[in-house]
């Protein structure tokens, strides 16, 4: 088998509600017609989160290797994005920006959504207005950001991927929230890992390729390695 090989990001601007938005598309069969896009959602503006994260990256990758072009941007009031932080709020509309964009730019209605820790929040609460087919979030801060609140449970096949030693998330409070939900989302732990998922991003990487060619559905509980 021929070994995956990243296509070249094109830097866009994207119309979003507070001005334009600064992505990145990438698009690794750009001779065939997509089946799926991806939109990719980065952790907190305010502390140094960017669509360059590493985890975000890891996202992306995953959902190239199957096939799907993507799109990573950054929200409002970063890098190039025009406009101000506005605690994640305004930054639902981005994502939602980015989705009509990446929608119209492949002509192709499917969607995968993900998002790490603060991107996490924002493509939750953006997934009931996104319809995405599938939805990933990694290491959901569900104690603020409005996840606090629990937000309604989207319809899609929904993957959350925590590590059991993160810093700034609590696992043991992610799989209580995770649980309140009918029907519950998978939820994957990996032991050992931390919040930014140092020497674990091949391993994450595998972990939503498998979730996004085959969903568990009925809400599954797995242990990572």
């Known amino acids: 088998m021929q070994a995956f090989r990243p296509p070249v990001p094109e ?13 990145r598309a990438e698009n690794p069969r750009p001779e065939a017609e997509a089946r799926v896009v991806g939109v990719v959602c980065h952790p ?11 985890v975000v990256h890891t996202l ?7 096939g799907a072009p993507t799109v990573r941007f950054n929200f409002r009031g970063v890098g190039a994005s025009t406009g101000t932080h506005d605690e994640g709020r305004g930054e639902i509309d981005d994502a939602a920006a980015v989705a009509d964009w990446a929608r ?9 959504l993900a998002g790490f820790s603060f991107g ?15 939805l990933v979030t990694v290491a959901p801060p569900v104690s603020r950001l ?29 799989a209580g929230w995770a649980a309140a939900y009918t029907p519950r989302p ?9 919040h930014f998922f140092h020497g674990r991003l ?12 085959h969903p568990r559905t009925g809400g599954s509980v797995r242990p990572g390695v």
């Open 146 to 174: 409005g996840l606090e609140k629990r937000p309604p449970r989207p319809a899609a096949d929904w993957l959350i991927v925590q590590g059991d030693a993160d810093e700034l998330v609590d696992a043991a409070e992610v």
């Open 202 to 213: 091949t391993e994450l990487r595998e972990l939503v390729m498998g979730f996004l060619e």
């Open 104 to 112: 119209g730019r492949w002509r192709c209605e499917r969607l995968w």
């Open 11 to 23: 830097a866009v601007v994207i119309d979003g509600p507070a001005g334009t938005l600064e992505g």
């Open 186 to 194: 998978e939820l994957i732990t990996l032991a050992g890992a931390e």
């Open 120 to 134: 996490a929040a924002v493509a939750l609460q953006a997934a009931p207005r996104l319809t995405p087919e599938r």
């Open 60 to 66: 992306a990758r995953a959902m190239q290797e199957l």
């Open 44 to 54: 907190h503006p305010l502390y140094g989160g960017t669509m360059q994260n590493k």
